[in-house]
T-cell receptor
Framework: GAGVSQTPSNKVTEKGKYVELRCDPI?????LYWYRQSLGQGPEFLIY????????DSGLPNDRFFAVRPEGSVSTLKIQRTERGDSAVYLC???????????????FGPGTRLTVL | KNQVEQSPQSLIILEGKNCTLQ??????????LRWYKQDTGRGPVSLTI?????NTKSNGRYTATLDADTKQSSLHITASQLSDSASYIC???????????FGTGTRLQVFP
């Protein structure tokens, strides 16, 4: 594919449920990032993968959030026991090198809009 | 504290006019500064990226400036078009952590 894709585009769930959000990065990009964006705010960093490993997960708000990238390509963000405060747009981005590249451009997907009722 | 502040919060201009968006940051140590354009319902798209040694960089009708001494940047849009209507986000990278710190954006609306 030409760019970063995310599925689903919209997800509505009930409080307490479990959700999975998927990100397909640009082929060949080693770095993958997850961000959360609330209305009227800039994206907030959640986690950064370099290959299969989470190089920095300091942005995950609590242990209800977890992300994997088992084969170094597709990533899944998992949220357990969802709360209304989790409602936001979850953005995924990928870049060729990641933190090692000073001028590395991050290419963003369209995001998944999560609504927790 | 690493912060990025943008002004104005929102802006309305007429098609064909120019405008300038501002960004102030306190991120230290500084690595680079990026401007992104985010259309409604889409992910951000990179417009420019500058290091401390660069004062200005252009991308078509977009021109970004950087003053690393005063920690200020601006994005100037020339001859605005309806398609320029979007949020413009200033992003600063911390040299030590490599993290991108996002501003809250300026919401630009261009009217015919």
């Amino acid at each position: 594919g030409a760019g970063v894709s995310q599925t689903p585009s919209n997800k509505v769930t009930e409080k307490g449920k479990y959700v999975e959000l998927r990100c397909d990065p640009i082929s060949g990009h080693t770095a993958l990032y997850w961000y959360r964006q609330s209305l009227g705010q800039g994206p907030e960093f959640l986690i950064y993968f370099q290959g299969t490993g989470a190089a920095d997960d300091s942005g995950l708000p609590n242990d209800r959030f977890f992300a994997v990238r088992p084969e170094g390509s597709v990533s899944t963000l998992k949220i357990q026991r969802t709360e209304r405060g989790d409602s936001a747009v979850y953005l995924c981005a990928s870049s060729l090198e990641g933190a090692a590249g000073e001028f590395d451009t991050q290419y963003f997907g369209p995001g998944t809009r999560l609504t927790v009722l | 504290k690493n912060q990025v502040e943008q002004s104005p919060q929102s802006l309305i201009i007429l098609e064909g006019k120019n405008c300038t968006l501002q960004c102030n940051y306190t991120v230290s140590p500084f690595s680079n500064l990026r401007w992104y354009k985010q259309d409604t319902g889409r992910g951000p798209v990179s417009l420019t990226i500058m290091t401390f040694s660069e004062n200005t960089k252009s991308n078509g009708r977009y021109t970004a400036t950087l003053d690393a001494d005063t920690k200020q940047s601006s994005l100037h849009i020339t001859a605005s078009q309806l398609s320029d209507s979007a949020s413009y986000i200033c992003v600063v990278s911390n040299y030590n952590t490599d993290k991108l710190i996002f501003g809250t954006g300026t919401r630009l609306q261009v009217f015919p």
